[in-house]
């Protein structure tokens, strides 16, 4: 791994936290206190996990130390993230969004080291929140989000097929980070479109 691949992947991290703020900003007064709270918190856990990892690549391949800790947190993290985030959104776009009205709990899962359970969050998650606001713009008539939203869920899932291949393989890092920058610049392309009034 490359010092230029590893700085590489703090652009999706950038990218994710200019939507992630953008988007709060959006939907502050569309959701609930709870599931604004809920997606808050899968949005922060998306971004550390993403931080997290991309730390660990730079201390990496500089040579400086392989914390492995940073690296193995990554995708539990970011898949309970985007439970979350996707959940909320769900509950924004299905639910009433009534302050005053108590809705579900939703509590966190219990962390364990199978990883059939983080997949299916992954995939669940992200089909919630990208698939959630791709409906949701459609509804405020606003038809490019959505089809951002749902390119962005596309690069998702190709990059989870990704991570299924040898990272050893230079090849494959660098697809993996070009999926990831398409994946968060269809991202933020749609949260900026969705939040213009």
């Given at each position: 791994?490359?010092?230029?691949?590893?700085?590489?992947?703090?652009?999706?991290?950038?990218?994710?936290?200019?939507?992630?703020?953008?988007?709060?900003?959006?939907?502050?007064?569309?959701?609930?206190?709870?599931?604004?709270?809920?997606?808050?918190?899968?949005?922060i856990m998306i971004i550390c996990s993403g931080i997290f990892k991309a730390i660990w690549k730079l201390l990496y391949s500089l040579g400086i130390c392989d914390f492995e800790r940073l690296n193995q947190s990554f995708f539990p993290m970011q898949s309970v993230g985007f439970l979350?985030?996707?959940?909320?959104?769900?509950?924004?776009?299905?639910?009433?969004?009534?302050?005053?009205?108590?809705?579900?709990?939703?509590?966190?899962?219990?962390?364990?080291?199978?990883?059939?359970?983080?997949?299916?969050?992954?995939?669940?998650?992200?089909?919630?929140?990208?698939?959630?606001?791709?409906?949701?713009?459609?509804?405020?008539?606003?038809?490019?989000?959505?089809?951002?939203?749902?390119?962005?869920?596309?690069?998702?899932?190709?990059?989870?097929?990704?991570?299924?291949?040898?990272?050893?393989?230079?090849?494959?890092?660098?697809?993996?980070?070009?999926?990831?920058?398409?994946?968060?610049?269809?991202?933020?392309?749609?949260?900026?479109?969705?939040?213009?009034?």
């Amino acid at each position: 791994m490359s010092v230029l691949m590893s700085l590489m992947d703090f652009i999706p991290v950038v990218l994710f936290i200019i939507s992630s703020i953008t988007l709060q900003r959006c939907v502050y007064y569309r959701m609930s206190k709870g599931a604004f709270a809920v997606f808050s918190a899968g949005m922060i856990m998306i971004i550390c996990s993403g931080i997290f990892k991309a730390i660990w690549k730079l201390l990496y391949s500089l040579g400086i130390c392989d914390f492995e800790r940073l690296n193995q947190s990554f995708f539990p993290m970011q898949s309970v993230g985007f439970l979350l985030a996707g959940t909320a959104v769900i509950a924004m776009v299905f639910f009433r969004q009534d302050n005053g009205e108590k809705l579900y709990q939703i509590g966190t899962p219990t962390v364990f080291s199978g990883t059939i359970f983080f997949i299916a969050a992954n995939i669940l998650g992200s089909l919630g929140l990208c698939g959630g606001l791709a409906i949701e713009s459609k509804r405020c008539g606003k038809v490019w989000p959505a089809v951002f939203f749902i390119l962005s869920f596309f690069f998702l899932l190709t990059l989870g097929y990704l991570g299924t291949k040898d990272f050893t393989n230079a090849s494959v890092n660098w697809t993996s980070e070009a999926v990831n920058i398409l994946a968060q610049i269809f991202f933020l392309l749609a949260s900026k479109e969705f939040a213009k009034q």
